[in-house]
C-alpha cells in the first residue's frame, strides 16, 4: 500500500509546489502591472526602487492570501480528522483535500488570464484560497489522511497476517513506511522548486502563469483519479 499510494504522494506535491510558487510570483506580477507598466514591470532589476514597493505590497497580499486560506483550513481538518478517526476512513478526506486543491487551480487559471482586472484577479485568488482551506487545506489535511491510511493498513495487515512478529518489528516496519513517504515528499517538492522557474519564465509573462495552473490543475486531475482507483 505504501508503495501504490507514493506516485499520489510525488505528484500532488509537486502540483502544490507549483502552486504556491506560481501563486506568490502572480501576485507580484498583477501588483507590478496594475501599479506600473509593463517596461518597468519587465525591468525591475534597474528599478530597484519600484521593486522595493512592489515587493511590500506583495507581502501583504501573500498575508491577506495566507490567512483566508489558514483560518478555515484550521477548522476544516479538525473536522476531517474526527471524521476519518472515527469511521477508519482516510481515503475520503483524502479525496477532498485533492478536490480542493483541483478547485483552487481552476479558479487561478482564470485569475491569472491576461485580460482579467486586476481587482476581479485578486477576488479570484481570495476565494480559491478560501475554497481550498475550506475543503481541508490542501497538502496539510491530503499529506495527515496518507500517513493515517498506512497507519491503518499496516494495522489491518498484521491482524490479518499474525505470525506472532514481536511489537518492535512491527514498529520499525512502520517507521520504514512513513520513510519511503517522506523521501517522496521532498522528491515532489524538489522537483517543483526545480521546475517552476523553466514554467514561469523569465519575463513572468500572465500566459505563463495561466499554463503553470493547466499543469497544476491536470496533475491534481490524475491524482484524484489515480487514488479512486488505487
Same mark, same amino acid.
Given at each position: !500500500?505504501?508503495?501504490l499510494? $507514493? @506516485?499520489?504522494?510525488? *505528484?500532488?506535491i509537486?502540483?502544490n =509546489?507549483l502552486?504556491?510558487?506560481?501563486?506568490q510570483?502572480? /501576485?507580484?506580477?498583477?501588483? #507590478?502591472?496594475f501599479t506600473?507598466?509593463?517596461?518597468?514591470c519587465?525591468?525591475?532589476?534597474?528599478?530597484t !526602487?519600484?521593486?522595493?514597493?512592489?515587493?511590500?505590497?506583495?507581502?501583504?497580499?501573500?498575508?491577506?492570501?495566507?490567512? #483566508?486560506?489558514?483560518? @478555515?483550513?484550521?477548522?476544516?481538518?479538525?473536522?476531517?480528522?474526527? /471524521?476519518?478517526?472515527r469511521?477508519l476512513?482516510?481515503?475520503?478526506?483524502?479525496?477532498?483535500?485533492?478536490?480542493?486543491?483541483?478547485?483552487?487551480?481552476? /479558479? #487561478?487559471?482564470?485569475?491569472?488570464?491576461?485580460?482579467?482586472?486586476?481587482?476581479?484577479?485578486?477576488?479570484?485568488?481570495?476565494?480559491? &484560497?478560501?475554497?481550498?482551506?475550506?475543503?481541508?487545506?490542501?497538502s496539510? $489535511?491530503?499529506?495527515? =489522511? $496518507?500517513?493515517s !491510511?498506512?497507519s491503518?493498513?499496516?494495522?489491518?495487515?498484521?491482524?490479518?497476517?499474525?505470525?506472532?512478529?514481536?511489537?518492535?518489528? &512491527?514498529?520499525?516496519?512502520?517507521?520504514?513506511?512513513?520513510?519511503? $513517504?517522506?523521501?517522496?515528499?521532498?522528491?515532489?517538492?524538489?522537483l517543483g522548486?526545480?521546475?517552476?522557474?523553466?514554467?514561469?519564465?523569465?519575463?513572468r509573462?500572465l500566459?505563463?502563469?495561466?499554463? /503553470?495552473?493547466?499543469?497544476?490543475? =491536470?496533475?491534481? *486531475?490524475?491524482?484524484?483519479?489515480?487514488?479512486?482507483l488505487?
Amino acid at each position: !500500500h505504501v508503495l501504490l499510494i $507514493c @506516485p499520489a504522494i510525488v *505528484l500532488y506535491i509537486y502540483s502544490n =509546489s507549483l502552486n504556491l510558487i506560481s501563486l506568490q510570483s502572480l /501576485v507580484n506580477r498583477r501588483i #507590478c502591472l496594475f501599479t506600473y507598466n509593463q517596461t518597468v514591470c519587465d525591468n525591475l532589476k534597474n528599478y530597484t !526602487h519600484y521593486a522595493d514597493d512592489i515587493q511590500q505590497m506583495s507581502s501583504q497580499t501573500m498575508i491577506y492570501l495566507d490567512v #483566508c486560506f489558514l483560518v @478555515p483550513a484550521i477548522l476544516s481538518i479538525l473536522f476531517m480528522a474526527s /471524521v476519518g478517526d472515527r469511521r477508519l476512513d482516510y481515503e475520503r478526506p483524502l479525496h477532498v483535500s485533492i478536490a480542493g486543491s483541483l478547485l483552487q487551480s481552476f /479558479v #487561478c487559471i482564470f485569475a491569472s488570464l491576461a485580460d482579467m482586472d486586476h481587482t476581479a484577479s485578486l477576488a479570484l485568488l481570495y476565494a480559491a &484560497q478560501f475554497v481550498n482551506g475550506l475543503l481541508g487545506g490542501g497538502s496539510l $489535511c491530503f499529506i495527515s =489522511s $496518507c500517513f493515517s !491510511h498506512i497507519s491503518m493498513m499496516h494495522v489491518n495487515n498484521n491482524n490479518q497476517n499474525d505470525n506472532g512478529e514481536d511489537s518492535k518489528k &512491527q514498529q520499525q516496519n512502520r517507521s520504514i513506511k512513513y520513510s519511503i $513517504c517522506e523521501a517522496f515528499i521532498l522528491i515532489g517538492q524538489f522537483l517543483g522548486s526545480l521546475t517552476s522557474g523553466y514554467l514561469i519564465g523569465n519575463r513572468r509573462d500572465l500566459k505563463n502563469f495561466t499554463r /503553470v495552473f493547466i499543469v497544476s490543475f =491536470s496533475l491534481f *486531475l490524475l491524482v484524484l483519479i489515480y487514488t479512486f482507483l488505487m
